[in-house]
């Protein structure tokens, strides 16, 4: 079966310029997550979604990023004036939604975007 | 704040070795636990997870985990290595007061198996 897809698989971007990056999940996952990959701070949690709203963005590093997600399905994260600090891989992930609080499901990964700012 | 500790950066090792590899983290409460592995220029994949029951749980393609509470612990083990399992290893700790299921990682252990 598809899992979830993410695209760009690369992008390269001057600094200032804004960026999207998509994330489309796997069917039926209503939950869905967004990490990003960086050599300095490995893999940090950026911003969960619960079907179409996000109630959980503390990991977005500055107000340059937002997310949304439409449909319950297709995701686009947005760097606005994008920083040679946000070069990175940044990964989407999608799983059910937990049924029970405090008891996570498996989350899948996207293959990710490698993004670099020059 | 919750943090996951793997205590080796970089591992390398011979085929038919065996290996483990530590994880602990330092959230007292209830956790869940997985091992995530990354292969060369492949995504991340899930190896094993555990959420409750039986503290010794088994993943795909060889690999085992044990939770010990009492340690904050959930150290990867694998009896005799191949070259194929040469990859980045990431643990990750989802607290259950989290009902979001954020996933914490560790900062990945580079294993190399060597023929």
């Known amino acids: 079966g598809a899992g979830v897809s993410q695209s760009p698989s690369n992008k390269v971007t001057e600094k200032g310029k804004d960026v999207e990056l998509r994330c489309d999940p796997i069917s039926g996952h209503t939950a869905l997550y967004w990490y990003r990959q960086s050599l300095g701070q490995g893999l940090e949690f950026l911003i969960y979604f619960q079907g179409n709203s996000a109630p959980d963005k503390s990991g977005l590093p500055s107000d340059r990023f937002s997310a949304e997600r439409t449909g319950g399905s297709v995701s686009t994260l947005t760097i606005q004036r994008t920083q040679q600090e946000d070069s990175a891989v940044y990964l989407c992930?999608?799983?059910?939604?937990?049924?029970?609080?405090?008891?996570?499901?498996?989350?899948?990964f996207g293959p990710g975007t490698r993004l670099l700012v020059l | 704040a919750q943090s996951v500790s793997q205590h080796n950066h970089h591992v390398i090792l011979s085929e038919a070795a065996s290996l483990e590899l530590g994880c602990n983290y330092s959230?007292?409460?209830?956790?869940?636990l997985f091992w995530y592995v990354q292969y060369p220029g492949q995504h991340l994949q899930l190896l094993l997870k555990?959420?409750?029951?039986?503290?010794l749980v088994k993943g795909i393609k060889g690999f085992e985990a044990e939770f010990i509470k009492s340690k904050f612990s959930f150290n990867l083990r694998k009896p005799s290595v191949q070259w194929s399992d040469t990859a980045e290893y990431f643990c990750a700790v989802i607290e259950t007061t989290d009902s979001w299921g954020k996933l914490q990682f560790g900062a990945g252990t580079q294993v190399v198996v060597t023929p």
């Open positions: 992930a999608s799983s059910f939604l937990s049924t029970n609080l405090g008891q996570g499901e498996t989350q899948y």
């Open positions: 959230y007292g409460g209830t956790v869940n």
């Open positions: 555990y959420f409750s029951g039986d503290p």
